[in-house]
């Protein structure tokens, strides 16, 4: 059982990014999955999540408009399309599975987590 985050990586101010989760040895479609990131020195904050059946998204306030999540359950894969992207986006990115099924705002609620993809937003 593991998950995979990949494509970060250093791009400008105003870039774009897009982050894929795969998963190997379960099927993603049966749990809601979320993104969380972890910027230099600080805590780990949610991002953004997306339900398994009716693939309700949310966002937290700060990537409203600019960041995309989506979900290929036949190719088992989340993805996360971050668009004019700022400094303060810097950050590791990890997705993880909620076995709750409600995006749950709450870390401990998740149960499997990929190893993070660095994205650094510089000029």
């Known amino acids: 059982v593991q998950l995979q985050a990949s494509g970060g990586g250093l791009v400008q101010p105003g870039g774009s990014l897009r982050l894929s989760c795969a998963a190997s040895?379960?099927?993603?479609?049966?749990?809601?999955v979320g993104w969380w990131r972890q910027p230099p020195g600080k805590e780990r904050e949610g991002v953004s999540c997306?339900?398994?059946?009716?693939?309700?998204?949310s966002y937290a306030d700060s990537v409203k408009g600019r960041f995309t999540i989506s979900r290929d359950n036949s190719r088992n894969l989340v993805y996360l399309q971050m668009n004019n992207l700022k400094p303060e986006d810097t950050a590791v990115y990890y997705c993880?599975?909620?076995?709750?099924?409600?995006?749950?705002?709450?870390?401990?609620?998740?149960?499997?987590w990929g190893q993070g993809t660095q994205v650094t937003v510089s000029s």
């Open positions: 993880a599975t909620d076995p709750t099924l409600r995006c749950s705002k709450h870390l401990q609620e998740y149960n499997f």
């Open positions: 040895g379960f099927t993603l479609e049966w749990y809601a």
């Open positions: 997306i339900t398994s059946r009716d693939e309700t998204a």
